[in-house]
């Protein structure tokens, strides 16, 4: 099924946009292990909306409602399920988009998909809203695999055409990654951050949108999680990653820059610290045949502009088949970047702690 995710750790996403309410049921998850709620509130506080003038006004308190899967605050092994109630749905506001699709957004091949029948309101279950439950179960695997002392961090790396300083691809630290997740706009240089913010600001007053890049970094994974072929790191996490909408590529490590270099400017060389193999530089990104290599892993997520905009534009009828003008309301973010750092750092934990289990 389309909603489902993971093969030893099983990821059931359920809920749309303005349905009552939204939720994950999370399967293999080992047993016995203590989970802090207040760090899971905390992480999905970062993805959460209307916390700033650059995000939707829509307000919801993502406060998960767990269901079953934990016993005297520990996982007892059966399937954790939790659910998020949705309070503030204008629905209303989407009426004219039953028959409208907006460019770009997924209302013209969900209705085509489901014959009709899919709920259009805030897009249904294609809504960034379902990243809410995403990050609830990133946040618990987070949670696990910070006991084998892996840390996840992400960065927002370009706004429109403002860039931020990249990570450090061979001596970026635990604590550096950890001191970006506590900023409210998650860059490393915050002037750049500041024009970052402006750019969004900017478009949001011309009724526009704009996307950018996120620069994600795992350390301290040890030597060999991964497989060949099918089931590598990279397969694993880009598959999770593009559960996250408005995602349209993903690079690892050096990326498509390689392609227009010379192998000898590419190869990481090795070389031994303290009895361990380690690589000088870091352009395959911490991972070889789709195996991690004991180098921090490190990729990009491009996002593209948010589809959903104050313009008018010009789409057409479903039913009649003619073009028509289509002015949309409701509340949208003007860019999905900020909040989309923590849904990235949410699917790589999914699909890390799937491969090591």
Not at 210 to 229: F, Q, T
Not at 290 to 312: A, R
């Amino acid at each position: 099924m389309s909603s489902n995710f993971g093969d030893k750790l099983k990821i059931s996403i359920f809920g749309q946009s303005h349905s009552q309410a939204i939720g994950v049921v999370i399967d293999g998850l080992p047993a016995g292990v203590e989970i802090d709620m207040d760090k899971v509130y905390k992480f999905m506080a970062r993805r959460a909306p209307g916390q700033n003038k650059y995000s939707t006004q829509r307000k919801e308190k993502d406060v998960p409602q767990i269901l079953s899967g934990l016993f005297e605050g520990k996982t007892c092994g059966a399937p954790l399920c939790a659910i998020i109630e949705n309070t503030d749905t204008r629905s209303q506001d989407y009426k004219n988009i039953k028959d409208v699709p907006r460019p770009s957004h997924a209302d013209f091949t969900a209705f085509i998909k489901h014959g009709g029948a899919n709920d259009f309101r805030g897009g249904g279950h294609f809504s960034g809203r379902l990243t809410a439950p995403l990050c609830f179960a990133g946040a618990v695997c987070m949670q696990i695999l910070e006991r084998s002392n892996i840390t996840i961090g992400a960065h927002i790396l370009q706004i429109s055409d403002i860039s931020d300083f990249c990570l450090d691809p061979v001596f970026v630290s635990a604590s550096e990654l950890e001191e970006i997740k506590e900023k409210d706009f998650p860059v490393i240089n915050d002037p750049f951050g500041e024009d970052m913010q402006a750019r969004i600001l900017e478009a949001k007053n011309d009724g526009d949108s704009v996307g950018g890049v996120i620069e994600c970094c795992v350390v301290g994974l040890p030597v060999g999680i991964g497989n060949p072929m099918f089931d590598g790191i990279e397969n694993k996490i880009s598959s999770a990653i593009f559960a996250i909408p408005a995602v349209k590529g993903i690079e690892f490590g050096n990326g498509f820059d390689a392609c227009s270099i010379f192998g000898s400017q590419n190869n990481d060389e090795f070389y031994v610290d303290n009895e361990s193999v380690k690589t000088k530089t870091n352009n395959s990104g911490g991972i070889l045949g789709g195996i991690s290599n004991g180098m921090p892993l490190l990729f990009n997520v491009g996002i593209k502009p948010t589809p959903t905009i104050s313009k008018e534009q010009n789409s057409i009828n479903l039913f009649t088949k003619e073009s028509e003008k289509l002015k949309v309301h409701g509340r949208h973010d003007p860019c999905i970047v900020p909040r989309a750092v923590a849904c990235v750092e949410a699917a790589t934990a999914i699909a890390l702690l799937d491969l090591m289990l």
